[in-house]
């Protein structure tokens, strides 16, 4: 399996911005895809966006155009840009890893999964 350890999250306000980091160790050269979940409270688990190892980019309706997934190979790491955040953004955010070839927007095609990172958008 792969080890992911997510960083970044904290308090912000309406239209303010976060930096997501997630760093991956272990069996990395596995990963097709790594993506991006949230949690809020009550809700179920779901998809924020994922990327491939070719570098394309999905995202879901709710924050496309508004974050934006990057990674750096060097570092293991995959990066979570969150711009003109808002209250329904709050959330503890989790960062997934994929064998699978074929894109998921699903957490049961991912089978690596982070501790979380809390973000929290005051209006």
């Known amino acids: 399996q792969v080890q992911l350890v997510e960083s970044g999250g904290g308090l912000v306000q309406t239209g303010g911005s976060l930096r997501l980091s997630c760093t991956a160790s272990?069996?990395?050269?596995?990963?097709?895809?790594m993506g991006w979940f949230r949690q809020a409270p009550g809700k179920e688990r779901e998809f924020v966006g994922t990327?491939?190892?070719?570098?394309?980019?999905y995202y879901a309706d709710s924050v496309q155009g508004r974050f934006i997934i990057s990674s750096d190979n060097a570092k293991n790491t995959v990066y979570l840009q969150m711009n003109s955040l808002k209250p329904e953004d709050t959330a503890v955010y989790y960062c997934a890893a994929s064998p699978l070839y074929g894109l998921t927007a699903s957490p049961a095609g991912f089978d690596s999964w982070g501790q979380g990172t809390r973000v929290t958008v005051s209006s």
């Open positions: 990327i491939r190892i070719d570098g394309s980019r």
């Open positions: 272990g069996r990395t050269f596995s990963t097709v895809y």
